[in-house]
């Protein structure tokens, strides 16, 4: 879709061998990481303690709460049935109606293989390795 509802971004600490999400939803930026033995979360830069979970956020479409050794997070009005974070997992699925509408690492979750492996400038690669690749952004940014 031509209107951006979600951006989900992966940062992979090479020296930590720790993955942190970034999740972008309208004006809300919530990032999940490792910390202390647990997975951590934080809203708009301010930590959410895990005793504070379960979290709906004030605008009410955004709720997190801790499931599995890990941190759920749910945002189905704004195409995001669920983000989960664990120490070795990471799990991105869509609601129903923003099949065909995604891009990124993940695909257009159409469930059209033909769909599949597009890179940023809409090229088809032939390999996964190409395709992963064109997706990665530099640290810089």
Known sequence: TPELKFMVLLKKDQIQDQNQINV???DIDVDM???N???AVMVNGVEISNSNLP???PSGNI???QSNEGITLNAPSHGLQEVFLGFNELRVK???WMKGKTCGACGTASGNVGDEYRTPSEQVTKDAISYAHSWVLSSNT
């Open 24 to 26: 972008k939803i309208s």
């Open 33 to 35: 990481y490792r910390k």
């Open 37 to 39: 033995n647990a997975i």
């Open 55 to 57: 979290y709906l956020h």
């Open 63 to 65: 709720h997190i709460r």
């Open 94 to 96: 869509v609601a129903d």
